[in-house]
């Protein structure tokens, strides 16, 4: 039965379907030899032992326990940098641009666009911070201050110095990450987001479509400024893995309703394919070599991973006010994460309600109650951790960092890792 | 008062805005110089005197009489080449492709995306013949027919030969201009096009949206296997004017509403962006001189503004059979085309009823009678002929033609212009 599947075995269908088939200019094979034998298995450059037992020490023995687990990521947070305070400065030139890059002509748009940037409402800003931080990991000098002013150039305009080139792959992400969400809105209808009203609810489903489609030429437009043809492939491949993701999610059989492989699937193209696809721009554009682009992919991928299987935990645990969402929200809306694929190993009358996607009266509940009933929560933090171990393990698998700011950097993304576990919103 | 402006000063204040700020490469003041005393006022290479007399003899001087420009049109299509003709061969292989390219592995978005390609429902196929006659117009060699075989490359390869990647611009653009009709359906709540019932109703909004957005990304990834920068650029600028002219017609303000200027900046980013970037694209990637492929932007920008206005004046004269949509759809969705404009210089009384986008009872019978009792058909007939001869006037502006093919397929061309002037659907 695919539902009954152990996770381990999960995983490495996961890694011979959702990674292997997206590697830019890899061949699937080359991208599988890497993820099975490659450098997660070579010895770290850099040994971090603390993170190795965090992330692995309980996978593939059963459950983790949250208690620990929380408690040794509370000791981390006391000593490792702060990930979002070492490029604060340079992600709010980079959002400045983003809010003035969609101040069009036009006002209406500009409202409709700007809406997901407001100074304070940009959400975790996970994506820009993580691929700043990539930046400055794999460089070999530290960003001048002359960076952290606006870049005020056209979109179209190609930025001559590489880190503002890298600057705009964190502007582009942005811009498409807020474009697939403006249409998840309107195809959802959903009624909240980051705490605020949803903007098809504000301004009504026509702008909320216009200002996606906005958002998605303004972001072709400045990645054809960057003058690298596989940077480019690379970002427009993420925008047909968001809809592949969101077209899966609508259309599954019932055999992929059940199957966690196919929930991996669809979490790497709407969540972990943005991540993976903008950290390899990051450090292609940086001219790092193939394997270290590769490398970089790896820890977008599993960040992503990791994210995502830590989002549908919340929906079960967050309340509505930490979440800026209401919880339960998977469930109300047919869906079955992580959570309830696992638990339905152990209750297979599940697997109807499943099926179903939770339509009849009560369905909700019970589904709630049986997955706090079972060890699915716990499996699906360890599934997290086991990738957020591999996000990790790719830091230490880079070459040596060139400055201590490269090298504090790294330990911002390692950071990271340990942060997207612990959050509770 | 904006609209009582004469039709010279409007083509004027057209020249210098809707086109000027649209170049690529050039600079506005460039453009508009082209534009004011460019080609147009340069000897025609090749003079074609029917086709002058055709469209500029009444221009200026008040209306074309329907009866006399039609008769002439009717003999100059027994004598024209049919332009479909000489390249429907090859338009069938990127119809082909472009089916093929949509078939995923995910069934409902194949179903969804291909609607609009189904065999003998691809539309008028305008801009993908339009493309493939300005490819060998310019080319110094007849198209070989290895190239009438289906290119079954992926969408990520770079074609080898340069057919294959001029092949691929009139997908895109296919795909971009689909992906804005489907988006349109959702915004303006249409139920049917192209005679067919639109996709929104058939599937629903969500995969509507989706199909869009999955062709939007698909038409990025097919356009960075070109690998040519200036080209990813002006396809990019055609997705966000695409969004720009529809914003622009959802947000107008009362001047706006009754300005002729407006009305032409808005039916450039709606409608002519597309036509003359990608012609534009074609010429690039042909290889051609930064005049040649000025001359082919202003070519498509042309035909694209004359395609516009009249198919604004058969929302008025053509019947619901041979339109395949409803007639006087624009003034029911409250929009003031060129007909209404140019007649609200006759009845002032349309401006107060354009201004309320015939909101009230009555509003929508009393405007089209106050149309037709005006010269607002034959003024915006007129205007359509300017265009289609600017049109025209560039195609004698190329560079003399290399091969006789190449010759006939600039004969196209020019039919081309005449049969969107005389088309009836």
């Known amino acids: 039965?695919?539902?009954?599947?152990?996770?381990?075995?999960?995983?490495?269908?996961?890694?011979?379907?959702?990674?292997?088939?997206?590697?830019?200019?890899?061949?699937?094979?080359?991208?599988?030899?890497?993820?099975?034998?490659?450098?997660?298995?070579?010895?770290?450059?850099?040994?971090?032992?603390?993170?190795?037992?965090?992330?692995?020490?309980?996978?593939?023995?059963?459950?983790?326990?949250?208690?620990?687990?929380?408690q040794t990521l509370a000791h981390l947070r006391t000593t490792a940098p702060d990930p979002f305070a070492i490029v604060k400065d340079e992600l709010e030139t980079v959002s400045e641009r983003l809010r003035r890059s969609v101040l069009t002509e036009v006002?209406?748009?500009?409202?409709?666009?700007?809406?997901?940037?407001?100074?304070?409402?940009?959400?975790?800003?996970?994506?820009?911070?993580?691929?700043?931080?990539?930046?400055?990991?794999?460089?070999?000098?530290?960003?001048?201050?002359?960076f952290l002013a606006v870049d005020e150039s056209p979109p179209d305009q190609h930025p001559k110095e590489c880190r503002r080139r890298q600057q705009r792959i964190a502007e582009i992400t942005e811009m498409i990450h807020v474009a697939s969400l403006l249409h998840d809105d309107v195809i959802d209808n959903s009624d909240s987001r980051r705490g605020l009203a949803a903007l098809n609810t504000v301004l009504g489903n026509k702008t909320a479509i216009l200002a996606g489609d906005f958002l998605l030429a303004r972001a072709s437009i400045t990645l054809a400024s960057l003058r690298n043809v596989e940077v480019i492939q690379l970002l427009s491949q993420v925008i047909e893995d968001l809809v592949s993701g969101e077209i899966l999610q609508m259309t599954t059989s019932p055999d992929q309703l059940v199957s966690l492989d196919h929930y991996v699937r669809k979490t790497f193209f709407k969540t972990a394919s943005l991540m993976a696809n903008s950290c390899k721009a990051i450090a292609i554009l940086g001219g790092?070599?193939?394997?270290?682009?590769?490398?970089?992919?790896?820890?977008?991928?599993?960040?992503?991973?990791?994210?995502q299987l830590v989002d549908d935990l919340l929906d079960f645990t967050g309340?509505?006010?930490?979440?800026?969402?209401?919880?339960?929200?998977?469930?109300?809306?047919?869906?079955?994460?992580?959570?309830?694929?696992?638990?339905?190993?152990?209750?297979?009358?599940?697997?109807?309600?499943?099926?179903?996607?939770?339509?009849?009266?009560?369905?909700?509940?019970?589904?709630?109650?049986?997955?706090?009933?079972?060890?699915?929560?716990?499996?699906?933090?360890?599934?997290a951790a086991h990738h957020a171990q591999q996000a990790a393990d790719v830091i230490d698998a880079f070459p040596p960092a060139s400055t201590e700011h490269a090298q504090k950097c790294r330990e911002g993304l390692m950071a990271i890792t340990s942060r997207v576990l612990s959050r509770t919103k």
Chains 1, 2 share one sequence.
């Open 288 to 307: 790092q070599p193939v394997e270290v682009s590769k490398l970089a992919w790896d820890y977008g991928r599993n960040l992503g991973l990791a994210f």
């Open 1 to 70: 039965m695919r539902c009954s599947r152990s996770l381990v075995s999960a995983i490495v269908a996961l890694r011979s379907t959702s990674s292997a088939c997206r590697t830019g200019s890899t061949s699937g094979s080359q991208a599988l030899q890497l993820l099975l034998e490659g450098p997660l298995s070579q010895p770290p450059a850099q040994h971090r032992p603390h993170f190795h037992e965090l992330h692995s020490r309980h996978f593939n023995q059963g459950a983790l326990p949250q208690a620990g687990i929380l």
């Open 107 to 146: 006002p209406v748009l500009s409202r409709a666009a700007s809406y997901f940037f407001q100074l304070g409402v940009e959400g975790k800003r996970l994506r820009p911070t993580m691929l700043l931080l990539m930046a400055s990991s794999l460089s070999s000098v530290v960003p001048s201050t002359a």
């Open 319 to 383: 309340s509505t006010k930490s979440l800026g969402k209401p919880a339960l929200n998977d469930l109300e809306a047919g869906l079955a994460t992580a959570p309830v694929l696992f638990a339905a190993e152990e209750h297979p009358q599940l697997r109807p309600m499943i099926l179903r996607k939770f339509a009849e009266p009560g369905d909700v509940q019970l589904a709630q109650q049986l997955v706090f009933d079972s060890q699915g929560l716990d499996k699906t933090r360890s599934f």
